[in-house]
C-alpha cells in the first residue's frame, strides 16, 4: 500500500486516535504555513528553534543533510491503548512510524548517532538511543514508547488485526486534503474506558457517536482546523440532535475585531441538554422540573412555552477579546416575550442566587443586573429582538445591527 497505509499497520485497530502529519516540508502546505508565520515578528524563529533542537541532539548530525532527505511521508503517531489515553498515567503509552524516502540518510543518520542495535523482531531490526527504542525495516521507521509496545506493534503489522486506511480516512469524508495534520479519533473507544459509560451510552446520539476527524491546513492566510463528527445515525431522529439538522446556516452580526457566532434554533440545544440531563441525573432533573413548576406558579411563567420556546430563530453573538459582548436572538413572538422577559427580571434576585445576581434595576428599555462579584450585564427586548450585553450600549448595537450571511457556511453552527 501507500505510506499512510503502511504506517497505519503499527497502530491497534481499537486505538483511541492517531494523527498522520505532513512531512513534505517542500509542498505547498508547508510554503503557505511559512507565508502565514511570516505575516508575525520574528515568524521563522519556530522553524530554526526546530532545527537547532535537532541538531543539538546528536553530534554532527545536519537538519539539511541528515533529516530532510528522510521526509516528505506521513508521520503517523498514535495511542496503543484507550485507558492511556484517558487516565492520569504519565507512561508513553504511543507508537509512531514513517516510511522514510532515502534509506541510505537513514542509515547514515543511525551511524551517525550511534544507536545500538538490539535485536530483531518480525523481521525489523530494533535499536536503543539513549532510552528511546525504534527499529527499521527496509524503508520503515517505527517508535515505541516501550520495548514491548514496540515488538507488539512490529508484529501488528504482519498480520491484519490493526487500523486500516479505510477506517481512518472515513473519518475524515470531505475535510481538506492535503493538510499539516490530519487527526482520526475513536469516540466509542474512548467512552469504553470510562466509569458510567453506559449511562451516557443512553443518550441516542452518544451511543450513535463513532469517529471525530480533524485536519489542520494551511491556506493563503490562515491556518484552518475542520472536524467532523461522524455518526450511525440510522436510528436518529432530528430531535436527538444537540444542534438543529438541515444543511441552512445562521446570519449573525459581524464587527470588526471580534469573534461571532450564529447559532440557528437554540430551542434545539436547550431540549437536547434536558433530554441528556434527564437521562444521566434523574434525581436531579426532577428537582430542575420541580423549580421550573415552583417559577411558574409563583410568576406565572410557562419556562418551556413562555422562554424556551420562543427560542426559533437565529441566535447571534458577538465577543471582544477584553471580555465585552453582545447578543442578540431571534423570537417567535416579541411582545409576548417583552412580558416575559419583564416577569423574569422580578424573578431574577430571588432565583439568580446561584448565578451570583443580587440586583436588577431598570435601564430604559434594558434590564441590569448586578453581580456579587461587582460585574454587570444588561438584557431586555429591543424592537422585535432579545438582546444581551455587557453594557446598554453593545446590547443596543446588537439590536440595530443588521445579521448577514456568512460565505460559505452550511448547517446550523457558524
Known sequence: GGALESSLAYVPPDTPFAVAIDTDVEGDQYQA???????????????????????????????????????????????????????????????????????????????????????????????????????????????????????????????????????????????????LARIYVDIQSLLEQEPGAEAVRQVPWIAALRTLGMTASAADDAVEVEFNLRTDGEELSDEDLPLAAGDEAPQLVRIPGEVGFGLRDPSQVIAFFESTFQTLDPQGFGEYETGKRAISQRFDIDVDEDLFGQLTGDLSLSAAVNGAFGARAEVGNPEAFADTVERVAQALPQLGGGLGITDIARRGDLFEARLEDGGRFVFGVVGDVFVAGSDPARARAMASEQPEDVSGASGSLV
Open 33 to 179: 504555513l511559512d507565508d502565514v508565520l511570516g505575516r508575525f515578528p520574528n515568524g521563522d524563529a519556530l522553524g530554526r528553534m526546530l532545527q537547532d533542537q535537532i541538531e543539538q541532539g546528536a553530534d554532527g548530525v545536519s537538519y539539511e543533510d541528515d533529516v530532510r532527505p528522510l521526509l516528505g511521508n506521513p508521520f503517523v503517531v498514535s495511542a496503543t491503548d484507550p485507558a492511556s489515553f484517558v487516565d492520569e498515567s504519565e507512561d508513553d503509552d504511543f507508537v509512531a512510524a514513517i516510511q522514510v524516502a532515502d534509506t541510505d540518510a537513514l542509515d547514515g543518520l543511525i551511524e551517525k548517532t550511534e544507536a545500538r542495535e538490539d535485536g530483531e523482531v518480525a523481521g525489523a531490526t530494533v535499536y536503543e538511543d539513549e532510552g528511546t527504542v525504534f527499529a527499521v525495516e527496509d524503508d520503515m521507521v517505527v517508535f515505541g514508547g516501550t520495548r514491548e509496545l514496540l515488538e507488539a506493534a512490529l508484529e501488528r503489522a504482519d498480520g491484519d488485526d490493526h487500523l486500516d486506511v479505510d477506517t481512518f480516512e472515513r473519518s475524515l469524508e470531505g475535510l481538506p486534503e492535503p493538510a
